[in-house]
């Protein structure tokens, strides 16, 4: 068994229990999983496919290859070869997590993520027993790198990479022979210029890698998406892949060995969220609402924001270590995660998710004033 980190968020017990002292309870900002109701397409799909009496198919069914294929070619400029070049997966961090094993890195190699991080990429490292390197510059990404994860927009900065620097990491991915993927699922939540107003680049569009279905273009190169953010599906565990078909096809292989298979009525609820555009942009004007507040409030009580240009988080700091900042909101009933989840130990930042109901984000909003 590889030895592995302790499960960060075990560590917030003692200052959620002081939140919850608060009273008028807590208000729970630490975690970015959907307070909002699924819509009701989605249901009502999930609903028609409960007769599921057959095995599911590990590479999805063709509804949903061909579905995922029409988004990213809508919602993200991206022209896809064809359904080789897609897969769905159980959630997107068990994807995350077992990625180095499909791809069969192990000891001796290196898998690269960014500095401040979504913690699972190094998990993936561990459960190989490969060496996980921090490092934003890719000048600085070693040899041996056999896997370089990008994460934009970022868990937790809300930092984008445009396209000219994704371009840039691509060829170095290919000059060290690593996959490259990009773990893009905030990319429909974008919220400073310009993000507000087009797309967040995608790691697979043309001003990255050249057009698709040029020969090699895709090659090396993977984009990850889950439909939990834009479309409140974090209880689905509904999500993708896609890029490289030859990558796609060996994880593809290994996954059908395993069982790693989305159940049928999920691939059938995935379809309609997919090719249903309103109720995202319905629930991204929920987010922004709740921004705009938490924003509004933080600032006006000191809290300096960083980054932040789009996803599911504001990234903030009082100039102080992390772990005082959380004890203080946590004073107030506030609970967010602190930046030593991220960054390590000396971070000077916490992250307060926008998954609240309005009522919740007002409340917050009034205790920090």
Request: proline share 7%; with cysteine.
């Amino acid at each position: 068994m590889p030895a592995l980190p302790d499960f960060p968020w075990d560590s917030l017990a003692p200052f959620a229990q002081r939140a919850s002292a608060h009273p008028d309870g807590i208000v729970d900002l630490s975690v970015g999983s959907p307070v909002d109701a699924t819509p009701a397409v989605v249901r009502d799909a999930l609903v028609a496919a409960t007769d599921a009496h057959a095995y599911p198919q590990t590479m999805g069914t063709p509804a949903l290859r061909e579905a995922i294929v029409r988004w990213y070619a809508r919602r993200r400029g991206v022209t896809l070869p064809g359904v080789d070049a897609v897969l769905p997966t159980i959630g997107s961090k068990e994807l995350v997590a077992l990625l180095p094993l499909l791809l069969d890195v192990g000891q001796g190699d290196v898998i690269v993520h960014p500095e401040t991080a979504y913690p699972t990429y190094a998990v993936g490292a561990a459960i190989v027993g490969a060496t996980a390197v921090t490092a934003d510059d890719p000048a600085a990404w070693p040899e041996g790198t056999k896997l370089v994860w990008l994460n934009s927009p970022g868990n937790p900065t809300g930092s984008v990479l445009d396209a000219e620097a994704l371009r840039v990491r691509v060829a170095r991915a290919r000059q060290l022979g690593a996959v490259i993927v990009n773990d893009e699922c905030y990319a429909e939540l974008g919220w400073e210029a310009p993000f507000a107003d087009e797309p967040v680049p995608s790691i697979l569009d043309a001003t990255v890698i050249g057009e698709a279905s040029a020969a090699g273009a895709l090659d090396g190169v993977l984009s990850v998406y889950s439909l939990s953010k834009q479309s409140n599906l974090a209880g689905y565990r509904a999500a993708f892949l896609a890029g490289d078909p030859q990558l796609v096809g060996r994880i593809l292989a290994v996954r059908k060995h395993a069982g790693l298979i989305p159940p049928a009525p999920v691939q059938a609820a995935m379809v309609a969220a997919l090719d249903d555009d309103a109720h995202v942009a319905e629930q991204k004007e929920r987010y922004a609402h709740r921004r705009r507040m938490l924003a509004d409030a933080l600032t006006d009580a000191g809290f300096a924001i960083d980054h932040s240009e789009a996803g599911l988080y504001l990234w903030v700091t009082r100039g102080e270590p992390a772990l005082s900042t959380i004890a203080w909101l946590a004073e107030r009933g506030i609970l967010a995660a602190p930046g030593t989840f991220y960054e390590g130990d000396a971070s000077q930042h916490v992250r307060v998710a926008l998954t609240a109901t309005d009522e919740r984000i007002a409340d917050a909003c009034r205790r920090l004033h």
